[in-house]
């Protein structure tokens, strides 16, 4: 997301991106499931590079590689959709041959800090969301106690649904999720708008 203000009025991010022509302050960085893995770690490279980020959204984020399990792993291991077998799988593309080291690499795990203690403290606000039947739930509340830790977390919102019962459109109507994704879009509006929400 970017606020109207941004890059002069043009809303237009892709058009500009290369021309490096947008106040990055009143960006936001957003995305769901393996998207809200890397809204995480978009705000994480802008920031290491000079570039300060209004906030990171990250709804039913993947947030660290499935060694060592959780418990909500296990319970919803045979879920709709979005299961423990895909998810192991999914992580298994992105680090083939991880025996499980790279879960202490900040550049992998959510729950692993930069190096870098002004990069740590110029990372933006976070807001997350987590759902309840969902495999990714427990390392969603993990990353939350984190950020509470570091002062960082905007806010956190749990839904009564599995991973994909709070994306906008025919899985989540009538769902626990359905507002999920409104909110969600809100309060970045809110945070670009206002810096003191």
Request: cysteine-free; glycine content about 10%; hydrophobic content about 35%.
């Amino acid at each position: 997301l970017i606020s109207s203000a941004a890059g002069g009025g043009d809303t237009n991010l892709v058009s500009k991106a290369f021309g490096v022509d947008i106040d990055t302050s009143r960006v936001a960085t957003f995305g769901q499931s393996a998207g809200g893995y890397l809204s995480a770690h978009v705000a994480r490279i802008l920031t290491e590079k000079g570039h300060d980020v209004a906030l990171q959204v990250s709804l039913v984020p993947m947030v660290k590689p499935p060694h060592g399990g959780t418990r909500s792993q296990f319970v919803n291991w045979h879920a709709p959709f979005w299961n423990g077998l895909i998810n192991s799988y999914a992580w298994s593309v992105y680090l083939p041959g991880d025996d499980g080291s790279l879960s202490n690499d900040y550049r992998v795990s959510l729950l692993v800090d930069p190096p870098n203690a002004d990069i740590l403290d110029r990372l933006p606000p976070v807001y997350l969301q987590i759902n309840t039947k969902d495999v990714l739930r427990d390392e969603g509340e993990m990353y939350a106690r984190h950020l509470q830790s570091q002062g960082k977390l905007l806010g956190l919102d749990e839904y009564n649904t599995n991973h994909v019962g709070s994306i906008p459109g025919k899985l989540s109507k009538g769902g626990p999720g359905e507002e999920a994704f409104s909110r969600a879009v809100e309060i970045a509006r809110k945070k670009l708008h206002d810096v003191n929400y």
